[in-house]
């Protein structure tokens, strides 16, 4: 990092990794993602089998049973696994296997961090795995971000990840996951940091599907106040989005990941969310998608707008069938107003979230402080200052003709950055009337042609 901010990532050393971007217990296929390779063969086949039978989740027998059944169904497909059969065979759930598969992970990684017990998995993302830990020598629940081995392979890749880690280790904020140590056991890279007890956005949306408008506007409002401390000192997040947002207890919102090294280019890392339901590339910024290196506080309000728009509404902004798809839609599509999908939501809110999610830097938030501010007004029932709005007349004109009971009669659109007399009410008042006046002179004029 020069500037304090945290450089692109150049190199790749493994492209199209799969990321598990859903819960960990969605993960289906176990081969997926190269990090799977040391969770499978015939090693690993007996760790299982081992901890399975001493759960007391299968009895010996059928453990031989199964094992008889991968040796010879590997005479056809060489590749077969006791996890696949158990799961075939009915033996274990989904969830059980993966539970097995957190323990057994999180014991032999116990092993490779000294100073730290490692309790249990918390899940897994497209470049590490995190665990909960105790530190032993401040007895403390910290969580713990793995690295797999084929990333240690990159030189360059690794001195990013301690430069940004060390730099990340200085913010102080009481909404960012606090970063504590970057170090190396064996041939394994870790990020400790700040364990947050609770969820991430990301499993609130799946659960609640839509969240509602104030408790919204109160956990952005906390990620617009990291991201000021975090952009005030020169750090870009450049992946903001409902997994990296920790819900805490109480209300305590904590953004992850900050100073984390990536692997990938940001469109790179987007494209191998590949058909992932809640995926980066619904989040990207169209500055990532076009590969723009220098990137400002924006790229991280266009990610924060599209959270915004997903917890709100329930829907991700742009949907697509390929990543790709979605990522052209980022830079072509108008959005389809928030409040169009959510009736319920206030004007204001969904000004705010239209001016995160402008195609161009320049028509964004100037700054998260900027953005706060309007929060703050919203929230105490008054219109936002930055992301006045203006009257849409082709709304007007609808709610003339009547409405539809999906979309509220008038719609305020957001005006270009900045304050607008066009917020102001009696202006808007006056431009409602306008348009009502030339409606009705268009009417006039046409009964008389
Ligand atoms: N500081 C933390 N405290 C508690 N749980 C955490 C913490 N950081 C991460 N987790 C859990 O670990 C999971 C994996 O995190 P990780 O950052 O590796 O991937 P991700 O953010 O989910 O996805 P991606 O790799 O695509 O960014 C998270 O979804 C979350 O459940
Ligand atoms: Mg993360």
Same mark, same amino acid.
């Given at each position: 990092?020069?500037?304090?901010?945290? $450089?692109?990532?150049?190199?790749?050393?493994?492209?199209?990794?799969? !990321?598990?971007?859903?819960? /960990? %217990?969605?993960? $289906?296929?176990?081969?997926?993602?190269?990090?799977?390779?040391?969770?499978?063969?015939?090693?690993?086949?007996?760790?299982? !089998?081992?901890?399975?039978?001493?759960? !007391?989740?299968?009895?010996?027998?059928?453990?031989?049973?199964?094992?008889?059944?991968?040796?010879?169904?590997?005479?056809?497909?060489?590749?077969?696994?006791?996890?696949?059969?158990?799961?075939?065979?009915?033996?274990?759930?989904?969830?059980?296997?993966?539970?097995?598969?957190?323990?057994?992970?999180?014991?032999?990684?116990?092993?490779?961090?000294?100073?730290?017990?490692?309790?249990?998995?918390?899940?897994?993302?497209?470049?590490?795995?995190?665990?909960?830990?105790?530190?032993? /020598?401040?007895?403390?629940?910290?969580?713990?971000?793995?690295?797999?081995?084929?990333?240690?392979?990159?030189?360059?890749?690794?001195?990013?990840?301690?430069?940004?880690?060390?730099?990340?280790?200085?913010?102080?904020?009481?909404?960012?996951?606090?970063?504590?140590?970057?170090?190396?056991?064996?041939?394994?890279?870790?990020?400790?940091?700040?364990?947050?007890?609770?969820? #991430? &956005?990301?499993?609130?949306?799946? *659960?609640?599907?839509?969240?509602? +408008?104030?408790?919204?506007?109160?956990?952005?409002?906390?990620?617009?106040?990291?991201?000021?401390?975090?952009?005030?000192?020169?750090?870009?997040?450049?992946?903001?989005?409902?997994?990296?947002?920790?819900?805490?207890?109480?209300?305590?919102?904590?953004?992850?990941?900050?100073?984390?090294? *990536?692997? @990938? #280019?940001?469109?790179?890392?987007?494209?191998? +969310?590949?058909?992932?339901?809640?995926?980066?590339?619904?989040?990207? %910024?169209?500055?990532?998608?076009?590969?723009?290196?220098?990137?400002?506080?924006?790229?991280?309000?266009?990610?924060?707008?599209?959270?915004?728009?997903?917890? #709100?509404?329930?829907?991700?902004?742009?949907? !697509? *069938?390929?990543?790709?798809?979605?990522?052209?839609?980022?830079?072509?599509?108008?959005?389809?107003?928030?409040?169009?999908?959510? /009736?319920?939501?206030?004007?204001?809110?969904?000004?705010?979230?239209?001016? &995160? @999610?402008?195609? *161009?830097?320049?028509?964004?938030?100037?700054?998260? $402080?900027?953005?706060?501010?309007?929060?703050?007004?919203? &929230?105490?029932?008054?219109?936002?200052?930055?992301?006045?709005?203006?009257?849409?007349? $082709?709304?007007?004109?609808?709610? @003339? /003709?009547?409405?539809?009971?999906?979309?509220?009669?008038?719609?305020?659109?957001?005006?270009?950055?900045?304050?607008?007399?066009?917020?102001?009410?009696?202006?808007?008042?006056?431009?409602?009337? &306008?348009?009502?006046?030339?409606?009705?002179?268009?009417?006039?004029?046409?009964?008389?042609?």
């Amino acid at each position: 990092m020069n500037d304090g901010t945290p $450089s692109r990532p150049q190199d790749t050393p493994q492209k199209g990794h799969g !990321g598990d971007n859903g819960a /960990s %217990s969605e993960r $289906s296929d176990p081969t997926e993602d190269s990090r799977e390779s040391s969770r499978t063969g015939p090693g690993f086949d007996t760790v299982i !089998g081992r901890t399975i039978v001493d759960r !007391g989740l299968v009895t010996s027998d059928e453990l031989d049973e199964a094992m008889s059944i991968v040796a010879e169904r590997r005479k056809l497909e060489p590749a077969t696994t006791l996890p696949s059969i158990l799961l075939e065979e009915e033996l274990l759930t989904p969830k059980q296997l993966e539970r097995v598969r957190g323990e057994v992970e999180a014991d032999s990684t116990s092993q490779r961090i000294p100073g730290y017990k490692i309790l249990q998995k918390l899940g897994a993302g497209a470049m590490a795995t995190v665990f909960l830990a105790r530190q032993l /020598s401040l007895d403390r629940l910290v969580a713990i971000k793995v690295l797999p081995k084929r990333l240690s392979a990159s030189e360059s890749f690794i001195e990013r990840f301690y430069k940004e880690g060390r730099a990340a280790a200085k913010l102080n904020d009481p909404n960012i996951v606090a970063a504590y140590d970057v170090n190396q056991a064996g041939e394994h890279h870790y990020f400790v940091m700040e364990y947050v007890d609770g969820e #991430t &956005l990301y499993d609130r949306i799946k *659960r609640e599907r839509q969240i509602d +408008e104030p408790e919204a506007l109160k956990i952005v409002r906390q990620v617009a106040s990291a991201l000021k401390h975090a952009h005030e000192r020169g750090f870009i997040h450049r992946d903001i989005k409902p997994k990296n947002i920790m819900l805490g207890k109480a209300g305590k919102v904590k953004l992850a990941d900050l100073g984390l090294a *990536r692997a @990938l #280019t940001d469109k790179e890392a987007a494209e191998a +969310e590949a058909g992932r339901a809640y995926g980066t590339p619904f989040y990207i %910024s169209p500055e990532q998608i076009r590969g723009k290196v220098e990137l400002g506080p924006e790229a991280d309000l266009y990610g924060l707008g599209a959270t915004m728009y997903h917890m #709100t509404t329930g829907r991700v902004p742009f949907e !697509g *069938r390929t990543p790709s798809q979605v990522m052209h839609r980022h830079l072509r599509d108008e959005v389809v107003p928030p409040d169009h999908v959510n /009736s319920r939501l206030s004007p204001g809110t969904a000004q705010i979230i239209e001016m &995160l @999610l402008e195609k *161009r830097p320049s028509d964004r938030y100037g700054s998260a $402080s900027d953005l706060i501010e309007d929060i703050d007004l919203v &929230l105490a029932g008054k219109s936002p200052l930055h992301a006045g709005g203006r009257v849409d007349l $082709s709304s007007v004109a609808e709610a @003339l /003709s009547g409405g539809t009971e999906s979309q509220p009669a008038i719609k305020l659109r957001k005006a270009p950055r900045g304050n607008s007399m066009f917020g102001e009410p009696v202006v808007l008042m006056l431009m409602c009337l &306008l348009g009502l006046a030339l409606f009705v002179i268009l009417l006039l004029v046409l009964n008389q042609a």
